[in-house]
């Protein structure tokens, strides 16, 4: 993935070697400038000193205070403004107020105090030198101070320049801190959600089977002609206890029900969805636009509820993000029944893939973060079909398929969920 010109200059700035080269690179400057333009001691020293302390300004900042006031000594000391020290001087106004070492308005306080003192040394030079230099109280002598005002609004401007960077930087970073905080708690929640969810329609499922025995028990008694007291006293405990695990049942999942309107209501009496509607699922997404086909292999089994259930909303769930993510892509579910108790189900397409978006590989163990197609996600519905796989002792995968495009794979063993369920004789 290329990065942008920005991007490749702010890690390059970021390197831990940034601040040894550039330093290095203006004192080699200041050392070719002092040969051309030779100056006082205390100007070689100041300006010496003023561009090699850069290289201490990342891992040192209150270095810089000493750049600054040894570039203002090296001027004061010569009327000859070297350029070195206006690099390093700038360099170091900027390093202050992006470390904040101090307080910006001291740090512009603290420059514009040492301007003016070396705007009185230079007017005290000039006197020396015979210019003409009007007294302080003359007409006109207000034009002397122009250097410090000058010297001022420069420290001024590159004080302020840094402290913005790094309010623009702690800004970043509060923001990308506070998506990470709201994308986990969004993921969490739809965890919950999905969780309470299943808990849900277990509740339906369980609670209509134990519904079944208790109502066939107290039937038998009635029923089989030639009961002996103690096996209608038997198949009246099965129905009591059945009845006791409902209501049982009923005060431990009940509180997972969310408060529902008519609409609601009608859902929670209508049948659980099964394998036998993999069909009307697959018209509904050609209804709205997709192109969507259904193949099955092998000899249909009839699986307990939660098996059929568990695999209806895996596959309603990707063809669901194949429509979100992947518009107009050919999608394929196929179901295959296999002969070692095995259910397998795929939903695949021919959409970009998870390449684009922010997943993490497929494979087995692959954990997505991004759904199908061409835009990131946040992995929710990947999150709860696993969660639903995970539920009857299966697995799921998801990412990239071999041939491209997207898959989502499940694998639901029911053969020990099958002996479970014939046990309780409501199938054979």
Request: hydrophobic content about 45%; proline content about 5%.
């Amino acid at each position: 993935m290329s990065t942008s010109p920005q991007q490749r200059l702010r890690d390059r700035i970021a390197a831990p070697a940034y601040p040894w080269i550039t330093g290095g690179a203006v004192t080699a400057g200041a050392v070719v400038e002092l040969i051309a333009i030779p100056g006082g001691v205390t100007t070689t020293v100041g300006v010496l000193v003023s561009a090699a302390s850069l290289m201490w300004r990342r891992s040192f900042p209150p270095v810089a205070m000493l750049t600054v006031a040894a570039g203002l000594i090296a001027f004061a000391g010569d009327v000859n403004l070297y350029v070195s020290i206006m690099v390093s001087g700038l360099t170091g106004c900027y390093s202050l107020g992006r470390n904040r070492v101090l307080h910006p308005a001291l740090t512009v306080a603290g420059g514009a105090l040492g301007a003016l003192c070396v705007n009185l040394v230079h007017i005290n030079t000039w006197s020396r030198m015979d210019l003409p230099v009007p007294a302080l109280w003359e007409k006109g002598s207000l034009s002397l101070f122009a250097e410090s005002f000058l010297l001022t609004v420069v420290v001024f401007g590159a004080v302020m320049m840094g402290d913005a960077v790094r309010s623009r930087e702690e800004t970043r970073t509060e923001r990308s801190l506070a998506q990470a905080k709201l994308i986990a708690m969004e993921r969490q929640q739809a965890a919950e959600a999905e969780r309470a969810a299943i808990a849900r329609e277990l509740h339906d499922i369980v609670s209509h089977s134990v519904s079944m025995i208790a109502v066939q028990a107290e039937s038998a008694t009635y029923t089989t002609p030639g009961l002996t007291p103690e096996a209608r006293d038997g198949f009246q405990q099965i129905a009591g206890t059945a009845r006791s695990s409902m209501a049982e049942l009923r005060r431990l999942l009940g509180v997972l029900r969310t408060p529902q309107g008519d609409t609601g209501q009608a859902a929670l009496t209508a049948p659980q969805p099964t394998l036998d509607h993999l069909a009307e699922l697959v018209e509904q997404h050609r209804a709205v636009g997709g192109t969507a086909e259904l193949r099955i292999t092998g000899e249909r089994v009839a699986l307990p509820a939660a098996w059929e259930l568990s695999a209806y909303r895996i596959a309603q769930e990707a063809l669901t993000n194949a429509r979100k993510h992947a518009p107009g892509a050919r999608t394929v579910v196929e179901v295959d029944y296999g002969t070692d108790r095995m259910l397998t189900l795929r939903v695949r397409d021919d959409g970009p893939g998870a390449g684009t978006g922010t997943g993490q590989g497929s494979g087995p163990d692959a954990v997505p973060v991004a759904a199908p197609g061409s835009g990131p996600g946040t992995g929710h519905g990947l999150t709860g079909m696993r969660e639903r796989a995970a539920l009857v002792g299966g697995r799921l995968s998801a990412g990239a398929g071999p041939d491209g495009g997207f898959l989502v794979e499940a694998e639901l063993p029911w053969g020990s969920g099958r002996a479970v369920w014939n046990e309780g004789g409501s199938r054979a």
